[in-house]
């Protein structure tokens, strides 16, 4: 059961002793649909820094996304992901802050390994659960950078990866479909063709789409995000 206590925080605060090192950093402009409306609806900043995590070298990399007052009257959102890997992405620990709309709670992953069994210990507010895995376990973020790191030179359309990643208090399928080119017109003023990445997971008995990336073809830099939350859909156009 996930609690429903408020949680606003900065998940940085929970982190003691981390030395970044170099980043990259992007920013966006942020549009929210809920039904039939339509707005611009705040910003949003993606970036990964190489750094020192409890003694590991690691890759942090956190999206924070956040609605001004004018979309805070149709639909609240306050979302922080911070996630840490080792250099060759493996996860070490993950955590959300989540306040969508009237839902506010704190979601963390701790990532461990045992005898050659990827585990991880999962909490979503009140709820624990652990959960192992023959194979790496993702988080959104991680999933994100697994996806920016895919040679796409010779694939076709319809080309899928499927991963175990993190979702709340359990572990579900995801699944990346490529879907080809698009050219995308980003709020830099920019046009870039870009790879259209979809992504769904499967969870409830039922398959959706959580988010759809378009990176750019060269160095997939992620030009715009459409993201679910709840009962609305963000889109995140890259700014800077």
């Known amino acids: 059961m996930i609690s429903g206590r408020i949680v606003k925080l ?141 040679d796409m030179t010779d694939k076709e359309p319809g080309y899928t990866e499927t991963l175990p990643m993190v979702n709340g208090d359990m572990v579900v399928q995801q699944y990346i479909i490529y879907q080809g080119m698009e050219k995308i017109k980003a709020d830099d003023g920019k046009k870039y063709d870009c790879l259209k990445i979809s992504v769904r997971d499967y969870k409830y008995g039922e398959e959706r789409e959580t988010l759809k990336a378009y990176l750019t073809a060269d160095v997939h830099v992620p030009v715009q995000l459409n993201i679910i939350v709840g009962v609305a859909s963000i889109k995140a156009l890259l700014t800077d």
């Open 10 to 150: 900065s998940v940085l605060s929970l982190f003691i002793g981390i030395i970044p090192a170099q980043a990259q950093d992007f920013s966006y402009n942020l549009y929210l649909n809920v039904g039939f409306v339509n707005i611009s609806a705040g910003k949003a900043r993606l970036n990964d820094t190489d750094v020192v995590y409890d003694g590991r070298d690691a890759v942090r990399t956190q999206l924070a996304m956040k609605t001004n007052s004018v979309a805070d009257r149709v639909f609240e959102l306050r979302d922080t992901m911070v996630s840490y890997n080792t250099p060759d992405g493996e996860g070490i620990f993950y955590s959300k802050t989540v306040n969508e709309g009237k839902k506010h709670v704190l979601e963390t992953a701790r990532f461990t390994k045992d005898s050659g069994h990827f585990i991880v210990n999962l909490t979503a507010g009140s709820s624990r659960s652990t959960e192992w895995r023959d194979e790496r376990i993702f988080d959104m973020l991680s999933m994100l950078r697994f996806t920016r790191d895919i």
